[in-house]
């Protein structure tokens, strides 16, 4: 079975840090572009960050830029989002997803996602 898995949410205070994995199974991810995303209720879902097939990286969605950091571990199939200086803005459920054609923040080209993991930052 072909499926992304997210992992490391939870609930944390604001300044915190997690970090968040998105492990495949069934594929090798180092032919994809690999994107999070996230949706905070009653909100869109947007993209993130995004990861290059060749480990550089894509984008930073600007209300992230200088406190997430997105990279990849091939040998392990596995794609990060270190997440520091948490703010309660950053809640949402965060969904890695994964992309043959480039590191689009439209979710259209995602082709494989997975099930998202929630994250909560909250005094």
């Known amino acids: 079975q072909l499926q992304l898995v997210e992992s490391g949410g939870g609930l944390v205070q604001p300044g915190g840090s997690l970090r968040l994995s998105c492990v495949a199974s069934g594929f090798t991810l180092d032919y994809y572009f690999i994107g999070w995303f996230r949706q905070a209720p009653g909100k869109e879902r947007e993209g993130v960050s995004c990861?290059?097939?060749?480990?550089?990286?894509?984008y930073y969605v600007d209300s992230v830029k200088g406190r997430f950091t997105i990279s990849r571990d091939n040998a392990n199939n596995t794609v990060y989002l270190q997440m520091s200086s948490l703010k309660p803005e950053d809640t949402a459920v965060y969904y890695c997803?994964?992309?043959?054609?480039?590191?689009?923040?439209?979710?259209?080209?995602?082709?494989?996602w997975g099930q998202g993991t929630q994250v909560t930052v909250s005094s």
């Open positions: 997803a994964a992309s043959q054609v480039s590191c689009s923040t439209d979710r259209s080209g995602f082709s494989r």
């Open positions: 990861i290059r097939r060749d480990g550089r990286t894509s």
